[in-house]
């Protein structure tokens, strides 16, 4: 079965920690996403990565890094600096080229920081 | 900057209706609109995509309609069901990597 998994379902933090959040995908797809939902708000995009190696800031990546070592691997740390970091993260990814391309979204993480 | 948005943010009908969910976009200038359903605490499932070159899509009861000149999608679902109780969101894309995404229309179907 193709598509992208999310790891763990659930993951419970105290303040001040580091913690990575994990997306995998088989889909043989280049360009992969992280998203954050709050409730009441529309997805907001943390980070996204066009290719292996080569990752750009979305609208709200400060407190977070990623890494993008292998195609079918983007990892999201959310670091002490992430200032409200209790949200629900989504990973997705889609083939790039000429803007007709469609997403595909995991499952998501629950981060609750306390 | 481009703006998505979803009215009403919540609906509640009786199964078997047909009903119309709406997307407005403020910049004209997208490659395409997807809408997705979300179901409570699960990720986003595509559900039609729609190029800007297109004017409708459809799968099965359901059928996504694009107007690029008047900034507007709709989402029609015929036949409601209780399983169509969700989520739905809109997202245009306007031709690089990023979606903006509207905040949904939470809808009910009541059996």
């Known amino acids: 079965d193709g598509g992208i998994t999310q790891s763990p379902k659930y993951l419970f933090r105290k303040e001040g920690q580091n913690v990575t959040l994990s997306c995998e995908q088989n889909?043989?797809?280049?360009?992969m996403y992280w998203y954050r939902q709050d409730p009441g708000q529309g997805l907001r995009l943390i980070y996204y990565?066009?290719?292996?190696?080569?990752?750009q800031k979305g609208d709200i990546a400060e407190g977070y890094s990623v890494s993008r070592e292998k195609k079918e691997s983007f990892p999201l740390t959310v670091t002490s600096a992430q200032k409200n970091p209790t949200a629900f993260y989504l990973c997705?990814?889609?083939?790039?080229?000429?803007?007709?391309?469609?997403?595909?979204f995991g499952p998501g993480t629950r981060l609750t920081v306390t | 900057k481009q703006e998505v948005t979803q009215i009403p943010a919540a609906l509640s009908v009786p199964e078997g209706e047909n009903l119309v969910l709406n997307c407005s976009f403020t910049?004209?200038?997208?490659?395409?609109l997807q809408w997705f359903r979300q179901d409570p605490g699960k990720g986003l499932t595509s559900l039609l995509l729609?190029?800007?070159?297109?004017r409708e899509q459809t799968s099965g009861r359901l059928n996504a309609s694009l107007d690029k000149s008047s900034g507007r999608s709709t989402l029609y679902i015929a036949a409601s069901q209780p399983g169509d109780s969700a989520t739905y969101l809109c997202?245009?894309?306007?031709?690089?990597?990023?979606?903006?995404f509207g905040t949904g229309t939470r809808l009910k179907v009541l059996a």
């Open positions: 997705a990814s889609s083939i790039p080229g000429q803007g007709h391309y469609e997403q595909y």
């Open positions: 889909l043989n797809h280049d360009a």
């Open positions: 990565s066009q290719i292996v190696n080569d990752f």
């Open positions: 910049d004209s200038a997208i490659y395409n």
């Open positions: 729609i190029q800007s070159s297109q």
């Open positions: 997202a245009v894309s306007s031709g690089t990597y990023k979606y903006i």
